[in-house]
């Protein structure tokens, strides 16, 4: 099987050279393609932080398995880990979290067992990046939540949770205060959940979810968020496990997967053979799982843990009264234990199955849109100004454009109304948002819209605007604070 191998910034290249060392020593049926990608792409002139080549042979494999990279900091460029996910639509990004006996905790050492699988949705939200200042003062960035998309990663989850024999699935959300976009996540959690009835679902709000994560971590099973608040989730669980030199990571898409360590590229320790590569490893492991090698997985898996279990360890954690080893020794005690097993947690030794490839070459773009349930109409609009004007002024000056077919209904500024009622104690920003809906309730048209648009430009430089749409009765935006 031949797979796409970039070795990464800083410790990459000396973690992978070690995890492909146990890899070959371990026969795994792979081929390797490496591929330049990383910071010194970025400084070679190439914005998206890989070269034309390995963008087509990632694409022709379907597979990536890469060390840590780094973006370069300041000169505007974007994550080339954020940029390898969404490119190539990596819509689910799963992380198991594992109690490692020979890696002490605080829950390990209370005798916690942890087995939690994090699911986070890789593509929407916030990690859109789609940001600008409306003002001098004020920054806007857009988040993402699709319906498509949503049932695209909470599907995964749902199927992955099943083979997994897995006793609980959750949803974690902000679906209390940003009820349109978790709301809609939420919503699509529960529509899945109904094609699963044997397996346990509920949701939880993502601020209690932190709270009995870090008080009874093992009373969660499979856990799937949204982009944003799955990245520090995952990020706090692998804190209980031991931090994220032992945090595995795979991005799973349609027809390209990545697998990789999520740790940072360390450049205080680099070229110095020190580095823990068990992130990476585990990383790998999944890899070989996916590529249906499973009796290479489970000889390497139960070596690592092995290993880890009679107390070998890198400098950066497990037993000081023991010296540490670097990065081959540690690969190199890995591979003299294939064939043993932990006394704990062994890995069943199930037959390889035939490779699978997983992508396939596309002509176009898939295009992922659900049909429309109801009718859709335009009832108003959000028009976001610019001013440092008080509200009365404001509402007085709108209502002078609002013409035969609107009415200013509500002037907000952050979230929190302020025209026609509101508090002086309100602090002030100079952007607010005039809510215009239909005077007679009756459909608006885009054009009405721009010629709103154009009438209030006369008083006001306005960011930028919203439609106000509704499906059946069923409203598509949300109230301001106090409205």
Request: charged share 20%; proline share 5%; glycine share 8%.
């Amino acid at each position: 099987m031949k797979i796409a191998v970039a070795k990464g910034d800083g410790i990459g290249p000396e973690i992978m050279a070690a995890v492909l060392k146990i890899f070959t020593a371990n026969n795994a049926p792979l081929e390797y393609e490496y591929v330049d990608m990383g910071k010194w792409v970025f400084d070679k002139g190439f914005s998206n932080g890989m070269t034309p080549e390995a963008k087509q042979t990632i694409e022709s494999v379907g597979i990536l398995f890469k060390g840590p990279m780094e973006t370069p900091k300041g000169k505007g460029v974007k994550s080339v880990n954020v940029t390898a996910r969404k490119t190539w639509n990596t819509y689910a990004n799963k992380r198991v979290f594992q109690t490692l006996h020979g890696v002490d905790t605080v829950f390990s050492k209370a005798g916690i067992p942890i087995d939690i699988t994090i699911v986070r949705e890789n593509i929407e939200d916030t990690y859109g990046g789609v940001e600008h200042m409306l003002t001098h003062d004020v920054a806007l960035s857009r988040r993402f939540i699709t319906r498509p998309g949503s049932l695209q990663v909470i599907r995964y989850a749902f199927e992955m949770a099943k083979k997994k024999n897995a006793r609980r699935i959750t949803c974690s959300h902000k679906a209390n205060i940003m009820k349109i976009t978790d709301g809609l996540f939420l919503e699509c959690f529960y529509e899945v959940a109904e094609e699963y009835p044997q397996l346990k679902a509920d949701d939880i709000i993502v601020d209690d979810l932190c709270m009995k994560l870090v008080t009874r971590p093992d009373t969660f099973d499979v856990v799937v968020l949204t982009n944003l608040q799955g990245d520090i989730v995952s990020d706090l669980c692998a804190g209980l496990v031991g931090g994220l030199g032992f945090a595995p990571s795979a991005n799973i898409g349609d027809h390209i997967c990545i697998f990789e360590a999520v740790h940072g590229t360390a450049p205080d320790i680099a070229g110095k053979n020190i580095a823990n590569p068990t992130a990476l490893l585990l990383s790998g492991i999944t890899m070989l799982r996916h590529l249906g090698m499973m009796e290479n997985a489970a000889v390497i898996e139960n070596a690592l843990l092995y290993t880890l279990e009679n107390g070998v360890h890198t400098g950066d954690f497990g037993d000081k009264s023991i010296p540490s080893v670097n990065t081959t020794q540690f690969a190199d005690a890995v591979i003299a234990n294939f064939g043993k097993e932990p006394s704990v947690g062994a890995k069943p030794m199930l037959p390889n199955m035939p490779a699978t490839p997983t992508h396939f070459k596309l002509e176009k773009n898939p295009m992922l849109v659900s049909a429309e349930m109801d009718e859709e109409k335009i009832i108003g609009v959000d028009m976001f100004i610019e001013s440092h004007e008080q509200p009365l002024v404001i509402a007085k000056k709108c209502e002078r454009h609002a013409g035969v077919k609107f009415k200013l209904v509500s002037i907000s500024n952050r979230g929190t109304q302020v025209w026609p009622t509101g508090s002086v104690y309100t602090n002030l920003v100079n952007q607010y948002n005039a809510r215009f809906e239909s005077l007679d309730g009756e459909p608006l048209f885009q054009q009405d819209i721009i010629g709103l648009y154009v009438s209030l430009s006369g008083n006001f430089k306005i960011c930028s605007f919203e439609l106000l749409n509704m499906w059946g009765d069923k409203k598509a935006y949300s109230l301001a604070q106090g409205q």
